[in-house]
Each structure stands twice: as structure tokens, then as C-alpha cells.
């Protein structure tokens, strides 16, 4: 368990990709070429950052056909909420979550 | 891609024959599963229901395929959401692999059609529900947020 969520921190402390992440959060199940595309970063420095997530379990691969499709695959990431997340806190910390969002999307409208 | 899916991902440190019964033998889903379970004579062609405590179903479906401990397909339509139940069938797809000690457990849901309000809302429960079952087969007990059915639902 504490292997698997080494992994996972280790994964996710890099900016780009905790960026490959938002970007399969936006749009889930894309190709190497389609997730290169608006970044600036090499075709071989993605394909790194992925086997990394891969790795951390961060990512799922699906081939269809000849084509290998990235998910983002959220289980890890529940995992490390849930082992620190109390049972009552849960609807405590949504509500703080939504005022957040919505004290700051007042701020930036 | 005109269709939506999503794939989760988790290892869980149990055998295949384990992790089928947990899957599919109510006496464990209503543990781990909002106090749901599913009803199906698992033979491919042969209807299937995922029962709702209060008695109402609240997806149903047909097993396309069915080989255990190793894979399970069957179709699955919401009917307690009418605004999901027009979406139509989706397909789900439970492949199990041992690894070691574990086994990689790898679920797909996807519709054909694009930008999935079903793929969307069921997104948000997948994640929980399989922690949940990986929490409940390794430690014995499963995550408190998902033994009972949600209130109002």
C-alpha cells in the first residue's frame, strides 16, 4: 500500500505531469500525438511522463486497433483521500470546497 | 472519437476467485456497494439487474460475456434517471489479472455516443465503489462512505 502511494506522490510532485493530468481530466482517452499536440514539451519527454503515471497507476492504457488511448485513472488518487478523510469530514470539507469556488469566481468575475 | 468511456485501474492483494465473488455475490456488494446488489442467472443472453435497497431496479441490462475468474461484459441501462435511462445501453467490462500477490482489476464503462451525461455521472461513484471493494478484500472492512445507499436518491 505504502509503495504504491510512494509512487503515486512521486508522480504527481511534477508540474507537467500533474499538466497530462488536467489535460486527460478535460478530456479523457487520448492518443501520444494528441496529448503532444498544444504542449511544449517533445514527443519522447511525454512519453516518459506518462510511463511515470503509468507506473504510479495514475494512467490506464486501452489499444484499440493499432492506437494506444491514455485514461486518467482516478482509484490512487481516492485511495489517498479516503486514507486521510474522516467519515464526518467528508460533507464538511464539500461545502468549504463549493464556497471556495464560488467566494473566488465572484472575485475573478 | 465519437464515443465516451472511462477506465479505472486498481490492484487489490486477493486471488481472481476472490475478487469475482466480490463482484458479482450480493452478500459482499451490499457491503461495499451502497447496500446495492445484482441479480443474474450469469450466463451470456441472461438478463441483469442491479437492485436498489428500497426494491426498485436501478440499472438493468443482458451478460454479453462471461468467463470467470478472468472477464465479465454485460450492458447496462439506467432506469431510476430517466434522463439517463434515454441515453440507452452503455457497456461494462470487468477484466481480472493476477499480479504477484495482486490482482490488476481494470473496469471500463463506455456508451457509444459522445460527451456521455451517464459516463459522466457515473464517474464520480466508480473510483469510490472500487476503493471501497480493494479496502473491504485487503483490510476486511470497507469505506464508511459507501455502506448505505444515498439518502434521497
Redesign the interface.
Known sequence: MDGDLGKAFKALADASRRRLLDRLHADNGQTLGELCAPLAMTRQAVTKHLAVLEAANLVAVVWRGREKFHYLNPVPIHEIAERWIGKYERGRLRVLAELKRNLEEATDG | ?ADS???????IRTTPETLWQALVEPEFTRRYWVETWQESAWQPGAAWRLMIPDGRVGDSGEIVEIDPPRRLVHTWRVEFKPELRAEGFSRLTYELEPQGESVKL?V?HEIERPASKLIDEV?GGW??I??SL??LL?TGAP???TTRWPEGL
Do not use: D, G, I, W
Open positions: 472519437m468511456r472511462f477506465v479505472y485501474v486498481t490492484y481494470t471500463t464517474s473510483p469510490l472500487l476503493a480493494k479496502s485487503e469505506l464508511v462512505a
